[in-house]
C-alpha cells in the first residue's frame, strides 16, 4: 500500500523541479500540500498556493478499473474533450513518464463544494448530463472506449464478476442461486441492445455517477461531474439509468428514489436536450438499460463483498464495507429483480422514429 504521507512528501519535492516550475499554475508559486481525499485508485492531494488563491488538485494513479496501463492519460484526454461543457473539471497537466514519480500524475481544477443532495440537485444534475453527452466530439479526438454492444458488454462483465462471488466458498447459497437466474435472465436479454445499435446516439458517458462525484458549490450556484476514471462512448441511458439506480443513490446516502421522482428526472433531462429524436426515444433508452445498470452494480458488490474478506491489499474504507454488507441481502437483491424475473417485459425491437 503506498504510504500517503510519504507519497505528499514526494509532491512538495516535486513542485520545487525545474520541469514542475514550467507550469503555468505552478509556476512562481509556493503551496501548501495536504490530502485530500484517498480512493482505490487514486490519491488526490490539494495544493493551495501561498503567494495568491491559486488552489489546484494533484491526483496520483495509484490503479485502474479498466485495465489500461495509460490510465491517467485516459482521463486527461477525457477531460480535455468536455473542457468547454462548463461541468467538469479543467485539466492542466499529464504526466505518465513515470520518471519523477514510479505513477501517472495529473494536475486539474480544484472545485470546492459538497456533494449531490438528491432531494435538491437532481434537476442540476440532469443539466450537467445533458451538457456533457451534447459535447461534440471530433472522430480523430475520439479515443473513448466504445459500448458498441452495451448489454453483451455488460453481461460479460456480470458474468466475471459473478463468478468471484459463485465459487467462494463464503458465498450464502440462496443468494447464489437467485443471482445465477437472473444471470441466465441478462444472457437471455441482451439482444434487445440491437435497439441501441438500429438507433445509435453515440456521446460520452461518465459511467460512475454517484452523488460523491458530483460537487455542489452553493454560493456560486454551480454543480460539476468530477471524477472521470472510466469514460466510456456510448448510449445516454448508461449514465441516466445509473443515477437513477438504487444502487448509486444508496452508496453514500439512505436516499432511493421513487418512479414519479425518476421521470421529473427524466423529464428534466429532455427539457435540455435538443435533438428531438433523443427526446422521443429516451425511456425506452433507459428502460432496456436498467436491469442491466442494476446487475452491474450487484455484481461488483459481490465481487468486492469477497474480495474484502479475502484477496482486496488496498486501502479498505468501513463505509464501502458496511455498503456492501447492506447490498448483498437477499431481500435488497430481490427488490430490484423480482420485477423482471417475475414477469417478461414488453420490449419494443425497433426504435420509435
Given at each position: 500500500m503506498?504510504?500517503s504521507?510519504?507519497?505528499?512528501?514526494?509532491?512538495?519535492k516535486?513542485?520545487?523541479?525545474?520541469?514542475?516550475?514550467?507550469?503555468?499554475?505552478?509556476g512562481?508559486?509556493?503551496?501548501h500540500?495536504?490530502?485530500?481525499?484517498?480512493?482505490?485508485?487514486n490519491?488526490?492531494?490539494?495544493?493551495?498556493?501561498?503567494?495568491?488563491?491559486?488552489?489546484?488538485?494533484?491526483?496520483?494513479?495509484?490503479g485502474t478499473?479498466?485495465?489500461?496501463?495509460?490510465?491517467?492519460?485516459?482521463?486527461?484526454?477525457?477531460l480535455?474533450?468536455?473542457?468547454?461543457?462548463?461541468v467538469t473539471?479543467?485539466?492542466?497537466?499529464v504526466d505518465?513518464?513515470?520518471?519523477?514519480?514510479?505513477?501517472?500524475i495529473l494536475?486539474?481544477?480544484?472545485?470546492?463544494g459538497?456533494?449531490?443532495?438528491?432531494?435538491?440537485?437532481?434537476?442540476d444534475?440532469?443539466?450537467v448530463?445533458?451538457?456533457?453527452?451534447q459535447?461534440?466530439?471530433?472522430?480523430?479526438?475520439?479515443?473513448?472506449?466504445?459500448?458498441?454492444?452495451?448489454?453483451?458488454?455488460?453481461?460479460?462483465?456480470?458474468?466475471?464478476?459473478l463468478?468471484?462471488?459463485?465459487?467462494?466458498?463464503?458465498?450464502?447459497?440462496e443468494?447464489r442461486?437467485?443471482?445465477?437466474?437472473?444471470?441466465?435472465?441478462?444472457?437471455?436479454?441482451?439482444?434487445?441492445e440491437?435497439?441501441?445499435?438500429?438507433?445509435?446516439w453515440?456521446c460520452?458517458?461518465?459511467?460512475?455517477?454517484?452523488?460523491?462525484?458530483?460537487i455542489?458549490?452553493?454560493?456560486?450556484q454551480?454543480?460539476?461531474?468530477?471524477?472521470?476514471?472510466?469514460?466510456?462512448?456510448?448510449?445516454?441511458s448508461?449514465?441516466?439509468?445509473?443515477?437513477?439506480a438504487?444502487?448509486?443513490?444508496?452508496?453514500?446516502?439512505?436516499f432511493?428514489?421513487?418512479?414519479?421522482?425518476k421521470?421529473?428526472?427524466?423529464?428534466?433531462?429532455?427539457?435540455?436536450i435538443?435533438d428531438?429524436?433523443?427526446?422521443d426515444?429516451?425511456?425506452?433508452?433507459?428502460?432496456?438499460?436498467?436491469?442491466?445498470?442494476?446487475?452491474?452494480?450487484?455484481?461488483?458488490s459481490?465481487?468486492?463483498?469477497?474480495?474484502?474478506?479475502?484477496?482486496?491489499s488496498?486501502?479498505?474504507?468501513?463505509?464501502?464495507?458496511?455498503?456492501?454488507?447492506?447490498?448483498?441481502?437477499l431481500?435488497?437483491?430481490r427488490?430490484?429483480?423480482?420485477?423482471y424475473?417475475?414477469?417478461?417485459?414488453?420490449?419494443?425491437?425497433?426504435?420509435?422514429n
Amino acid at each position: 500500500m503506498i504510504d500517503s504521507h510519504a507519497m505528499q512528501t514526494q509532491i512538495e519535492k516535486y513542485l520545487r523541479t525545474p520541469e514542475a516550475l514550467r507550469i503555468p499554475e505552478i509556476g512562481g508559486r509556493e503551496f501548501h500540500v495536504t490530502l485530500l481525499a484517498r480512493g482505490e485508485y487514486n490519491l488526490n492531494y490539494l495544493l493551495t498556493s501561498q503567494t495568491d488563491d491559486r488552489q489546484c488538485v494533484f491526483r496520483v494513479n495509484i490503479g485502474t478499473q479498466i485495465n489500461r496501463a495509460d490510465q491517467i492519460l485516459y482521463e486527461y484526454r477525457a477531460l480535455k474533450l468536455l473542457a468547454g461543457s462548463g461541468v467538469t473539471p479543467v485539466p492542466y497537466m499529464v504526466d505518465d513518464s513515470r520518471e519523477f514519480f514510479p505513477q501517472g500524475i495529473l494536475l486539474m481544477e480544484y472545485l470546492p463544494g459538497e456533494p449531490l443532495d438528491y432531494r435538491r440537485d437532481t434537476d442540476d444534475a440532469a443539466r450537467v448530463f445533458a451538457a456533457i453527452h451534447q459535447v461534440d466530439v471530433p472522430v480523430e479526438q475520439n479515443h473513448l472506449i466504445r459500448e458498441d454492444a452495451p448489454l453483451s458488454l455488460i453481461y460479460g462483465e456480470c458474468a466475471r464478476l459473478l463468478d468471484v462471488y459463485f465459487t467462494s466458498e463464503l458465498a450464502d447459497p440462496e443468494i447464489r442461486a437467485y443471482l445465477q437466474e437472473v444471470l441466465a435472465w441478462m444472457d437471455a436479454h441482451r439482444g434487445e441492445e440491437r435497439y441501441y445499435q438500429a438507433d445509435p446516439w453515440p456521446c460520452i458517458v461518465n459511467t460512475e455517477v454517484n452523488s460523491g462525484n458530483f460537487i455542489v458549490n452553493r454560493d456560486l450556484q454551480t454543480i460539476h461531474l468530477v471524477d472521470w476514471e472510466m469514460p466510456r462512448w456510448g448510449d445516454p441511458s448508461q449514465d441516466l439509468s445509473h443515477f437513477c439506480a438504487p444502487l448509486t443513490t444508496l452508496w453514500k446516502t439512505t436516499f432511493r428514489m421513487t418512479d414519479a421522482q425518476k421521470r421529473a428526472f427524466l423529464n428534466a433531462y429532455k427539457a435540455h436536450i435538443k435533438d428531438s429524436h433523443l427526446r422521443d426515444t429516451l425511456d425506452e433508452r433507459v428502460r432496456l438499460r436498467d436491469p442491466f445498470v442494476y446487475l452491474r452494480g450487484i455484481s461488483w458488490s459481490a465481487m468486492g463483498w469477497v474480495a474484502y474478506q479475502t484477496t482486496f491489499s488496498g486501502m479498505k474504507n468501513q463505509d464501502t464495507w458496511d455498503k456492501l454488507q447492506q447490498y448483498m441481502q437477499l431481500e435488497f437483491i430481490r427488490s430490484l429483480f423480482d420485477p423482471y424475473l417475475g414477469g417478461e417485459l414488453i420490449i419494443s425491437l425497433s426504435p420509435t422514429n
